[in-house]
């Protein structure tokens, strides 16, 4: 028998985790020893974090990469993880990226932000490769936690600081519920382990236990929490429209992203002996999301607002893979999350160059006359449009079309009619943005978008990656396709 | 449910007692009891000014997190030196790393001026 | 005469009780020290199970699972005091409604 500790050299697997979460405790600890260290530098340092994280990644992916469980069977890197960190990593980097004019304005210091970021950042990592209950529950509260402390990063503001507060509170319930979900689940499956608990769930009676039921529904709830699912959106618009910018970007398209990953991953591989009961759930959760986001944001006058509840929306349709019980829909999840994650943060950079302190810059009407006044911008935010509505030629346009083929061929053919006809009703939201751009003259209050190069950058690799997603699929359908294969 | 019946007995004797005792002390108290009777005992020192009038400063706060997390995270030491010596030198390299991500903390807290008390 | 051995089942509905008061904890007051330890309920209700399990598979898991819970709950409370610090430096209160500058 071998013995119960884990070899070392296992730990090597965790290299990219590790190496993202010592170099943001050193980023901590660099920033208040040096005596106003600058902002530059700091953002330069968290880049660099990343960047030896992504190097530690592609390192490791080779001798660990095929799938082998390590530390007790509690972490796995199958080409799903790997997929999924590769994404991580993209998001860390550019929410990195659109932070810079934030963090240079404000008074606060530069080494924690970014440290929390990179601390996120790990806890997403972890996320993507945790094979254990106990494990995916500490990598989503490193998240949660860094994140609460990030929405209400400008403390001395009052939105902010709201903001923050209320993620916390909301969080802080949901992590509750979660963990009495998965209290549950251990107590009538006797493991945390995900195979393990797919071999008991699947034993007969087990199915039966209503003991596992309380505790797959309780689980389910916590995580549809961080997703942003109907019905536990509530603090959904005001966690966006509150939280700094940049943080907003990252909760919706990272955030949501890695907790899409964790929760497909506990379902499908842990608890597939409850699939039919799950996926009707998740049905009735997609609808309602679909709906309610799409009818909430068509009153919205605030754009930052309008986003946070056209995201709940997103999560209904991402949802459409879980739903739909077969290849098509676990794979088509995965590609719409990668387009979504692009167009997101492409969105919330635009976003970001014209709003100014005090949150001047958020509604519809400072958006007139952009078109003329920074061509580029106004373009690229049209092809960000035109992929949250699901119009060609972007990548939303192709992760919505196999979501809802996907739900079509696995007889959800109702959810994808609605998923359509929510789609079409989006594009009179998403569109009013448009006319404003392109349709209205500037007025003196109309604020002028900042000139930054970094942030123009990332709204440019944004806009490639949307359109690359939407122009030639093919190798990115391929990449979702082998991630979503490896989990069995 | 045979097996509660000592409980129920128990509990009826703990009530029995508890009002038994404030009816005597009702019966034995002065009538007009004076206003000293009333205040909080300090040592026999008369009490300058009430609790409820004070709010506690809200460094105190500050305090009680830090020592929150450093108290708690003991926590893993305990196990950790119970099983030592089955650890080996991997564990202690491993508990080394955990302390000095603390440290890291700890530094943090010190240098950004969390501990000093004006 | 002896008491019939408490088992399980009974750790569970200690458990639940405490997640239902926490839960209407959170749900009903207005405070956000009060909404912390109604936090606290919930995160050991949950507790309460892991180790109740743990003891009845005679399973390590549940305990080693309890001591993270902790550690986590530990790091959820200081971050909770520490946004509690900035709302009362800001407002000065510690009451939930007074922070609505946000629609919802």
């Known amino acids: 028998m071998s013995s119960p500790f884990p070899a070392p050299a296992e730990l090597l697997a965790l290299a990219p985790e590790i190496a993202l979460g010592l170099l943001g405790c050193l980023l901590l600890v660099v920033g208040v020893l040096g005596r106003g260290a600058s902002h530059r530098l700091a953002a330069g340092l968290a880049l660099g974090a990343v960047g030896v994280s992504a190097v530690a990644l592609w390192a490791v992916a080779g001798e660990f990469g095929g799938g082998r469980l390590v530390?007790?069977?509690?972490?796995?890197?199958?080409?799903y993880a790997l997929f999924w960190k590769a994404l991580v990593l993209v998001a860390t980097a550019l929410a990195v990226v659109v932070s810079q004019r934030f963090v240079e304005e404000g008074r606060y210091r530069p080494g924690e932000y970014y440290a929390l970021l990179l601390l996120a950042g790990t806890g997403m990592l972890l996320m993507a490769s945790g094979h254990n209950l106990l494990v995916l529950w500490i990598s989503l509260e490193l998240m949660a936690l860094a994140s609460y402390v990030l929405a209400g990063y400008f403390r001395e503001e009052r939105r902010s600081q709201e903001a923050g507060l209320k993620y916390f509170v909301l969080g802080a319930v949901s992590s509750g519920i979660l963990l009495y979900g998965i209290s549950l689940v251990y107590g009538s499956l006797g493991t945390?382990?995900?195979?393990?608990?797919?071999?008991?769930?699947?034993?007969?009676?087990?199915?039966?236990?209503?003991?596992?039921?309380?505790?797959?529904?309780?689980?389910?709830?916590?995580?549809?929490f961080k997703v942003a699912a109907a019905p536990f959106h509530v603090w959904t618009p005001d966690v966006y429209t509150g939280a700094p910018t940049p943080v907003t970007a990252f909760l919706a398209a990272g955030s949501k992203a890695i907790s899409f990953a964790l929760l497909a991953r506990v379902f499908v591989q842990g608890l597939p002996a409850l699939a039919a009961e799950w996926q009707l759930l998740l049905a009735v959760v997609s609808a309602l999301s679909m709906v309610w986001g799409n009818v909430a944001a068509l009153t919205q006058r605030n754009v930052k607002r309008m986003l946070?509840?056209?995201s709940i929306a997103h999560a209904g349709y991402a949802l459409l893979g879980l739903v739909a019980a077969n290849r098509v829909g676990s794979w088509a999840l995965l590609f719409y999350l990668l387009s979504y994650v692009f167009v997101t943060f492409g969105t919330f950079a635009v976003v970001i160059l014209l709003e100014r302190r005090e949150y001047a810059g958020e509604t519809y009407q400072d958006y007139a006359g952009l078109a003329r006044r920074a061509p580029f911008l106004a373009a690229a935010l049209l092809v960000f449009l035109l992929a949250l509505t699901g119009i060609p030629p972007t990548g939303g346009f192709v992760g919505k079309l196999y979501l809802f083929a996907a739900a079509v061929q696995a007889g959800w053919a109702w959810l994808a009619v609605l998923g359509v006809l929510t789609s079409a009703l989006s594009l009179y939201y998403y569109f009013r943005l448009v006319v404003w751009m392109y349709q209205q003259e500037a007025t003196e209050t109309t604020p002028t978008p900042l000139a930054a190069p970094s942030l123009v950058g990332a709204i440019a690799l944004c806009l490639l990656a949307t359109l690359a997603l939407g122009i030639v699929p093919g190798p990115f359908v391929a990449l979702a396709q082998a991630a979503a294969l490896s989990v069995p | 449910m045979e097996s509660y019946v000592p409980i129920l007995v128990s509990a009826l004797l703990t009530a029995l007692i508890v009002l038994g005792l404030l009816l005597a002390a009702r019966l034995m108290r002065h009538r007009d009891s004076p206003l000293t009777d009333r205040e909080p005992?300090?040592?026999?020192?008369?009490?300058?000014?009430?609790?409820?009038?004070?709010?506690?400063?809200?460094?105190?706060?500050?305090?009680?997190?830090?020592?929150?997390?450093?108290?708690?995270?003991?926590?893993?030491?305990?196990?950790?030196?119970?099983?030592?010596?089955?650890?080996?030198?991997?564990?202690?390299?491993?508990?080394?790393?955990?302390?000095?991500?603390?440290?890291?903390?700890?530094?943090?807290?010190?240098?950004?001026?969390?501990?000093?008390?004006? | 005469m002896s008491l019939a051995p408490i088992g399980t089942g009974h750790f569970l509905v200690l458990g639940a009780i405490l997640f239902g008061i926490g839960l209407f904890g959170i749900l009903t007051r207005r405070n956000l020290i009060t909404v912390?330890?109604?936090?606290?309920?919930?995160?050991?209700?949950?507790?309460?199970?892991?180790?109740?399990?743990?003891?009845?598979?005679?399973?390590?898991?549940?305990?080693?699972?309890?001591?993270?819970?902790?550690?986590?709950?530990?790091?959820?409370?200081?971050?909770?005091?520490?946004?509690?610090?900035?709302l009362f430096r800001l407002r000065a209160t510690t009451e939930l409604d007074r922070a609505r500058e946000l629609e919802g």
């Open chain 1, 308 to 310: 946070a509840y056209s």
């Open chain 3, 36 to 86: 912390l330890m109604s936090v606290e309920l919930l995160l050991n209700s949950a507790n309460l199970n892991l180790v109740a399990f743990a003891h009845e598979r005679a399973d390590l898991t549940g305990q080693v699972f309890a001591v993270f819970t902790i550690a986590v709950a530990a790091g959820e409370a200081a971050v909770g005091l520490g946004i509690l610090l900035a």
């Open chain 1, 192 to 224: 945390l382990r995900l195979d393990e608990m797919a071999a008991a769930a699947a034993a007969p009676g087990a199915a039966d236990s209503r003991l596992l039921a309380a505790g797959w529904i309780l689980l389910l709830s916590g995580l549809l």
């Open chain 1, 71 to 79: 530390l007790a069977a509690s972490f796995v890197l199958d080409r």
């Open chain 2, 41 to 118: 005992y300090e040592c026999g020192n008369e009490p300058e000014s009430y609790a409820h009038d004070h709010r506690f400063s809200v460094r105190y706060y500050m305090i009680a997190v830090l020592f929150v997390i450093f108290d708690v995270e003991t926590i893993f030491l305990f196990p950790w030196a119970v099983l030592l010596d089955k650890l080996a030198l991997f564990g202690l390299i491993e508990m080394v790393v955990f302390l000095a991500i603390l440290v890291a903390g700890y530094v943090f807290v010190w240098r950004r001026g969390a501990l000093d008390w004006a």
